[in-house]
Structures are given as structure tokens and as C-alpha cells.
């Protein structure tokens, strides 16, 4: 019986394992965009976008924002913008994502920041 108790519990944490592994090549409306949703679009949406920076569509983040740091270089995630922010925990605002999040940003950009 414990055997059987020790091989389900075995087996349920091997599921969790594999459902929070982080995407090697995001999708960018499946994976990406809903993390923008929860977190980023009250601030950088159709209604409000501080720092002229929106996070509510793919081309709102590929876009330029009040500073001249592009916003997301495809490719190349550590001189993006969003990433560093992101990456650096000052955004957003409510308190920093954690690694999963900041990764799949990371590896969509690090893919070419493709619109899929």
C-alpha cells in the first residue's frame, strides 16, 4: 500500500514538474500575451499607457515608449527593455514575476519575438 501511495505521489510530481517547465519557443498569443493581461495592461493598455508604453497587443510591445532603450530587440533579450524590467523586478509594480514568467519573456524574445 505504501508503495502504491509513494508511486502516485511520485507521479503527481512529475506532472507539476512538466506543466511549470518554461516554453523554449513561446507562443507568443498562448504563452506571452496572457501574462501581459494579468499583470501589465492596467498600466500599459488601451486606457492608460504610462511611460507612452503598451503591453495590450504584440505590436503595442514591440513599440517604442518614452525613452530612446527599444522596447524589445528580437533576439536579443537582454538589451530589451522589457525584459531588463522585468528581469530586474521594477516591473511591474505589484511585485516581481516569478522566474517562470521572466523566461518565457526572455526565450520569445531570444526566439525573435515572433507573432504566433
Known amino acids: ?3 502504491i501511495a509513494f508511486c502516485l505521489a511520485l507521479l503527481l510530481a512529475l506532472a507539476c514538474t512538466e506543466s511549470e517547465q518554461v516554453p523554449s519557443d513561446p507562443s507568443y498569443s498562448g504563452d506571452v500575451q496572457p501574462l501581459f493581461n494579468m499583470s501589465c495592461v492596467g498600466c500599459h493598455g488601451s486606457a492608460q499607457q504610462n511611460g507612452s508604453y503598451r503591453l495590450d497587443s504584440r505590436t ?13 530587440i528580437p533576439g536579443k533579450p537582454d538589451s530589451s527593455k522589457l525584459y531588463q524590467r522585468l528581469d530586474l ?16 519573456v526572455k526565450n520569445w524574445i531570444a526566439k525573435g519575438a515572433n507573432d504566433n
Not at 89 to 102: A, C, H, I, L, Q
Open 1 to 3: 500500500m505504501r508503495l
Open 60 to 72: 503595442g510591445a514591440m513599440g517604442e515608449g518614452s525613452d530612446p532603450i527599444p522596447n524589445v
Open 89 to 104: 523586478g521594477t516591473m511591474p509594480p505589484s511585485g516581481p514575476w516569478d522566474e517562470m514568467k521572466v523566461q518565457t
